[in-house]
Structures are given as structure tokens and as C-alpha cells.
């Protein structure tokens, strides 16, 4: 919260998350206890972009720290895509796991959508096979993207009841706008999904009460794109040159969101920050995908994970 009334409340991702995260590991410690099954994740890379490394060394500790087992695959950048698939068939068959993610993206001699189709849906802990996809779109039990999963929680945390808000979601990939659009459509939300082609984006995004921005073009949403009082979840990760010119200078970065934050904190009702808003709960709604696939695996209800 903060003290100044004209500014929107800040939704303090990172500390919901490490709620979540607490929850996820009370609840696979109760499993274990009771079923002997310790929640596994294996986590693959390929090849050595930075930004992967720092994401991936994040979820390993991440999920350690839940008590959960965690292994990681690394590959090197000239891995071809049938030691990916033998290994993706090697890690669908051990019971010791019960999550697999593959992180994107991969390199470009390796076809993405068989690796992901590769995987076993009761293992697709990031939610990205088709059959996942389809379980979502018709509303059956299934592993949903966790970075829409992440939102929809603060959403819920934030706002308790959504139905009947007009959300506006800026992008429409496979793993963030479309499923977040599934989501809020699940919660009776009247759902507007904008991209590039949209015609006047300023004035669709004002008809807002939710704004939801992953676009992954930094600081692109303005503040007098905002309705006052809306509330604005800001997806979108981008690295920009250190405000200190001498630090830009030795090619040190920043991250930043895709909503312009200081103009739309002034107009919003709520909103994320970046970082510290949506990208902690990405990694722990991974966490709690992985506890409900080894619950599902074992035939046990999953306990609640809500705060
Ligand atoms: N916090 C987290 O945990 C995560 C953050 N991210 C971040 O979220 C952002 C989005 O990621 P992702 O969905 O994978 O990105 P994609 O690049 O796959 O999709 C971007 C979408 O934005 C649309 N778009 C691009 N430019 C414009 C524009 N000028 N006006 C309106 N729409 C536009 C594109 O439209 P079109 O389809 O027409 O091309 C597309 O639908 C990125 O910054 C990414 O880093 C992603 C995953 C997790
Ligand atoms: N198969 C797959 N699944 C993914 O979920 C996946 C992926 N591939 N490829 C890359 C994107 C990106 N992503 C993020 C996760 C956490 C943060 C995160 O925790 N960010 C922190 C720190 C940001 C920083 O300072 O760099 C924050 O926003 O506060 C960000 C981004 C998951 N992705």
C-alpha cells in the first residue's frame, strides 16, 4: 500500500509468491508424509543464452527450498532433436517425476512444438501441449501456463469476485495472452484480446477494468491508456539500458515492464510492478503445478494452495 491516495495500490507479486511457494511446500511435505511421494521437477535447457541461466538456476533453488526434488538437464546449444525427444521419452517414463519444462526458447535447428508435443500432458507442468490448451479451452482439470495462472491468483487476491469486468489482454501467444484469455472467460470477465493489428489500442485498453499487458515491448502501454481505477497487470519482462549513463555505458541493463509504471500508477486502481510483480509467480505457480501432477499421478486430491 502506499501512502499517497492519487497512486494505484502496489500488488506485491513477490510477496504472494513466497506465500505460495510456503503453501506449496507445506502441502508436498503433507504428501509425502501421508503417500510417500516427494513432487519432482526436471527442468531442460539448451544452450547457454544468459537470461535462460539466471531463470533456470531460479526454479532449481526455488524448488529445493519447497522440499521438492528438483533436477536440472543442461544441453549443450548443438544438442540435436532426437537426444532431446530420447530424453524427454526417458523423463515421461520415470516415476520419480512428475514435471517436466523445457525452456523456451530453444535453439533454432530444434522444432519446438514436437518437443513440447513430446511430453507427457500429465507431466506438462508449463501447460503448453495442445492437450492442455484444449482441456483449458473446454474447461476441463488439466496443468494451465503458469505465468496466466500467476495473474489470475493476484487477480483473485486483489479483486476477490471478477465477473462481469471488461479485461483487456495486450498479446495473444500460446503461453501468456491466449490462456489468460481462457482464464478471465472462466471467471465470466468479458474478455477483449488486443495485438499488433488491433486499430486504436489506446482507447480499447481505457474500456478496461483489467489490464493485462504482454506484449514484450518495453514501457509501450501509457498512463492515459488506463481507466481510472482499473487495475493493470503488467506480464511483460524487457531488459533496457542502466538509467546512469555510465553504467548504459559498460552495457549494464535494467528490466522494465511493458506499461509505461509511473504514468499508470497515477491512473490505476492496482497495478504490478516489474520486477517483483507477475514473474515471481510464474515461478511459483510452477511449483504448484508440479504438486498437483504428483498428486494426479498418485490418484490423491490436491490440497488447496489459496491463501
Ligand atoms: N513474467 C513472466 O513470468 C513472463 C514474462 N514474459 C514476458 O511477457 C511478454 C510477452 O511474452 P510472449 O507472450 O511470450 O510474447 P510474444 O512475442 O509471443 O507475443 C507478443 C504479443 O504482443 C503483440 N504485440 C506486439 N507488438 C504489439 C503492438 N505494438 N501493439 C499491440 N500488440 C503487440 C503480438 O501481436 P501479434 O500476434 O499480432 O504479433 C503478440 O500477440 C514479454 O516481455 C516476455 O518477456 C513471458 C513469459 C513469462
Ligand atoms: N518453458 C518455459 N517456461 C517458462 O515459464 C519460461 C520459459 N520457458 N522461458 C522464459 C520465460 C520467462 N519466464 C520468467 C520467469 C520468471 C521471471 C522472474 O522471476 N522475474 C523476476 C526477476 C526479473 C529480473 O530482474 O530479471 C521478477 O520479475 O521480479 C521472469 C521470467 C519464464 N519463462
New binding site residues.
Given amino acids: 500500500m502506499t501512502a499517497d491516495p492519487a497512486r494505484a495500490t502496489l500488488i506485491d507479486g513477490k510477496a504472494f509468491a513466497a506465500g505460495l511457494v510456503e503453501r506449496v511446500a507445506a502441502a508436498s511435505a503433507r504428501l509425502e508424509a501421508k503417500h510417500r511421494i516427494k513432487p519432482g521437477l526436471a527442468v531442460v535447457i539448451v544452450g547457454e543464452d544468459p537470461a535462460s541461466q539466471i531463470y533456470v538456476r531460479n526454479k532449481g533453488e526455488t524448488t529445493q527450498r519447497a522440499g521438492m526434488r528438483s533436477d536440472t538437464h543442461r544441453l549443450p546449444d548443438e544438442t540435436d532433436q532426437e537426444t532431446l525427444l530420447a530424453l524427454i521419452a526417458a523423463l515421461n517414463a520415470d516415476k520419480g517425476i512428475h514435471g517436466i519444462l523445457v525452456q523456451l526458447p530453444l535453439p533454432g535447428h530444434i522444432d519446438a512444438s514436437a518437443v513440447l508435443g513430446a511430453i507427457d500432458p500429465d507431466k506438462d507442468v508449463d501447460g503448453f501441449h495442445v492437450v492442455n490448451a484444449g482441456r483449458l479451452a473446454v474447461g476441463l482439470p488439466g496443468l494451465v501456463p503458469c505465468?496466466p495462472l500467476g495473474c489470475l491468483m493476484l487477480l483473485k487476491a486483489e479483486l476477490g469476485e471478477l465477473s462481469g469486468l471488461n479485461a483487456v489482454i495486450?498479446?495473444?501467444?500460446n503461453?501468456?495472452?491466449k490462456p489468460m484469455a481462457q482464464l478471465l472467460l472462466g471467471e465470466s470477465c468479458t474478455v477483449t484480446i488486443?495485438?499488433?493489428?488491433?486499430r486504436d489500442?489506446p482507447a480499447l485498453c481505457r474500456t478496461a477494468d483489467i489490464l493485462v499487458a504482454?506484449?514484450?515491448?518495453a514501457e509501450?502501454i501509457r498512463g492515459d491508456w488506463i481507466k481510472p481505477g482499473a487495475t493493470v497487470i503488467d506480464?511483460?519482462?524487457?531488459r533496457v539500458p542502466s538509467r546512469d549513463p555510465m553504467k548504459a555505458a559498460q552495457g549494464k541493463t535494467r528490466v522494465v515492464g511493458?506499461v509505461a509504471f509511473e504514468e499508470a500508477a497515477a491512473a490505476a486502481g492496482r497495478i504490478t510492478p516489474v520486477p517483483g510483480g507477475?514473474?515471481p509467480m510464474?515461478i511459483a505457480c510452477l511449483l504448484a503445478n508440479t504438486y498437483t501432477a504428483a498428486c494426479r499421478s498418485a490418484g490423491v486430491e490436491p490440497d488447496a494452495l489459496d491463501a
Fill in positions: 505465468t495486450v498479446g495473444r501467444s503461453i501468456v495472452g488486443a495485438h499488433s493489428r488491433t489500442l504482454a506484449v514484450g515491448r509501450m506480464v511483460g519482462i524487457n511493458d507477475v514473474g510464474t
